[in-house]
């Protein structure tokens, strides 16, 4: 366990925290929800069960940037990119 623990502190570190200076314990908190919910809802899974499952859903089509939607996260650093409903 401490193996998976150590790499979600490297994770948060080198994803968030390297470029924010928390200023106090909310502030730290609201740095760590936001990447949570990053991590969780927006990320692409890594592992190739999930990637497969991923990749499957992609249209044949190349998208306009139209069609593209941008979903960021403190401040512009943490990027989620969609495809807007037509």
């Not at 401490?2 to 502030?27: K, M, N, T």
Request: overall charge positive.
């Amino acid at each position: 366990m401490q193996a998976f623990v150590e790499r979600w502190i490297g994770s948060i570190e080198r994803e968030c925290l390297d470029y924010f200076v928390p200023l106090g314990e909310e502030h730290l908190n609201l740095l760590v929800r936001e990447y949570v919910a990053h991590h969780n809802d927006e990320r692409p899974p890594r592992n190739r069960q999930c990637a497969a499952r991923w990749s499957t859903n992609v249209p044949n089509d190349i998208p306009t940037l139209k069609f593209v939607g941008c979903k960021k996260r403190l401040g512009g650093l943490l990027r989620h990119y969609h495809r807007k409903a037509a």
